[in-house]
């Protein structure tokens, strides 16, 4: 990340042109996970982690109630101020900007999957349930 003092060139129809004031601009030359190494499907860096549990058993009418709670493993390049779109089953969920203490690893990342996101997505079929992530800089 870089931080560029510019000012950019403002011209108006039938006006001559004027420099905006200069501004501080972020300029992020990274992305989330840094290159994939790796040509299979998604990032093999950006990984997400179901509870042991309901990856064994699933989910059904005792857990349902209390929903899944997502972990998301670190990543290279997590900064504060990332953000989540999990999909659970084609339902979206966004989790809040990560805290300085989440990005840099002394507070785990979960995102909270409902009750009635659950329920939203419906029963999986028996090729089981599709769970996927974005991360946003």
Known sequence: RKIRNKSLQVKRPGQPAELSEKME???????????????????????MQIPQDILDKGINAENVAKGVD???????YMAPGDSFRVSWGGVFVFSNPLTPEQADGTTPITVHISEATILEAGDSDSNGLSSTFEAYD
């Open 70 to 76: 997502i972990t998301i493993v670190r990543y290279p």
């Open 25 to 47: 601009v972020l300029v992020k030359l990274t992305r989330p996970g840094g290159r994939d190494d790796e040509n299979d499907p998604g990032h093999s860096k950006l990984i």
